[in-house]
């Protein structure tokens, strides 16, 4: 899937905007490949995998493009 990243935390998480998809879906910074979370910026376009969690959906595998 690909999305455009909406919110970075202080707290090294994020939320992923997904054209079509009603909620963002939740990031952590331990599920980013190939860019760290300092070098991401709010609206930059990322692919992920979406998965289930306890807490509800959220994205997997995230990568800039």
Known sequence: MEGTIKNLTDKGFGFITVEGEEKDLFF??????????????????????????????????????
């Open 28 to 65: 952590h910074k331990n599920e980013l490949k190939d860019v760290t979370y300092e070098e991401l910026k709010v609206g930059d376009k990322v692919s992920f995998e979406k998965s289930d969690s306890p807490k509800g959906p959220n994205a997997t595998n995230v990568t800039r493009i």
